[in-house]
T-cell receptor
Framework: SAVISQKPSRDICQRGTSLTIQCQVD?????MFWYRQQPGQSLTLIAT?????????ESGFVIDKFPISRPNLTFSTLTVSNMSPEDSSIYLCSVGTGSSGNTIYFGEGSWLTVV | GQQVMQIPQYQHVQEGEDFTTYCNSSTTLSNIQWYKQRPGGHPVFLIQLVKSGEVKKQKRLTFQFGEAKKNSSLHITATQTTDVGTYFCAGASNDYKLSFGAGTTVTVRA
């Protein structure tokens, strides 16, 4: 499995500000995804990060709120824009591996609290 | 869209007892995966089931994929305190996206 590093691991953010989360993988991967896990909840897919093109967002998530970059096959960023307390969540970078690309491994997550 | 239902939401188990958590999908899956998340941690991949009727074991954990590839179960025997955490199933469709169940949060009383 790939080694996935996320930064920051935790942060406390002021309402109205934006924060960018970085995800670095130790090998080239085709599929990279960003998930959100709100307190006590399951995981929800935000978007698929596409290398060299715009991310593919899931229903309920938009680029203006969660801009994503993926400049190469080992790195991606997720920005949480204009944060509100409802954005307090764990944000998880993940990669797809395996022959079909859908065995998912997660980074350790970025735990954001918005005050 | 694809939905994965998981029950029970909570499982409080006496140490040494067995328990099972179940997942059911509204659509046929290409595969199903199981994850464990310890309190304060991130989800960790446990296993992937691909074939209809597949059964896989990892020590005290037995994973099963239904014949119709729409349901799955995780059975843990002789529960230990190290089994504490939330177990998620996640169903994969053919477009590589995972739909996660709500999770079963397991607590163990000694």
């Amino acid at each position: 499995s790939a080694v996935i590093s996320q930064k920051p691991s935790r942060d406390i953010c002021q309402r109205g500000t934006s924060l960018t989360i970085q995800c670095q993988v130790d090998s080239q991967v085709t599929m990279m995804f960003w998930y959100r896990q709100q307190p006590g909840q399951s995981l929800t897919l935000i978007a698929t990060a596409n290398q060299g093109s715009e991310a593919t967002y899931e229903s309920g998530f938009v680029i203006d709120k969660f801009p994503i970059s993926r400049p190469n096959l080992t790195f991606s960023t997720l920005t949480v824009s204009n944060m509100s307390p409802e954005d307090s969540s764990i944000y998880l970078c993940s990669v797809g591996t395996g022959s079909s690309g859908n065995t998912i491994y997660f980074g350790e997550g970025s735990w954001l609290t918005v005050v | 869209g694809q939905q994965v239902m998981q029950i029970p939401q909570y499982q409080h188990v006496q140490e040494g007892e067995d328990f099972t958590t179940y997942c059911n999908s509204s659509t046929t899956l290409s595969n199903i995966q199981w994850y464990k998340q310890r309190p304060g941690g991130h989800p960790v991949f446990l296993i992937q089931l691909v074939k209809s009727g597949e059964v896989k074991k990892q020590k005290r954990l037995t994973f099963q994929f239904g014949e119709a590839k729409k349901n799955s179960s995780l059975h843990i025997t002789a529960t230990q305190t190290t089994d504490v955490g939330t177990y998620f199933c996640a169903g994969a469709s053919n477009d590589y996206k995972l739909s996660f169940g709500a999770g079963t949060t397991v607590t163990v009383r000694a």
